[in-house]
């Protein structure tokens, strides 16, 4: 099992930054990817920003040269570094994990509590 605990967000003006952290638990070991993924109102839940263990990044196109991800293996955390905010980033922040047994068979997602975003105009 994992645990993602998530941080930083808060309410912002446009064009502003925040840094957005994840820390894991547990069975951390078992971790491939990371990623952020956020949910507005009335919306489906996106894919924001994913990183593999090996610091391959990629992100959605609506973010790219604004938002950044990274991860520390060490700290067992991973960051968004989200820059020139605009109104339409706010939504939920949602922390992922995904677990992936090439020797298995299995793959498992992990989810954090969410972290709410809010840009002003």
């Known amino acids: 099992q994992v645990q993602l605990v998530e941080s930083g967000g808060g309410l912002v003006q446009a064009g502003g930054s925040l840094r957005l952290s994840c820390a894991a638990s547990?069975?951390?070991?078992?971790?491939?990817?990371m990623g952020w993924y956020r949910q507005a109102p009335g919306k489906q839940r996106e894919l924001v920003a994913v990183?593999?263990?090996?610091?391959?990044?990629n992100y959605a196109d609506s973010v790219k040269g604004r938002f950044t991800i990274s991860r520390d293996n060490a700290k067992n955390t991973v960051y968004l570094q989200m820059n020139s905010l605009k109104p339409e980033d706010t939504a939920v922040y949602y922390c992922?994990?995904?677990?992936?047994?090439?020797?298995?068979?299995?793959?498992?997602?992990?989810w954090g509590q969410g972290t709410q975003v809010t840009v002003s105009s």
């Open positions: 992922n994990a995904v677990s992936v047994s090439a020797r298995i068979g299995t793959r498992f997602d992990y």
């Open positions: 547990g069975n951390i070991f078992s971790i491939n990817h």
């Open positions: 990183i593999t263990s090996g610091g391959i990044e």
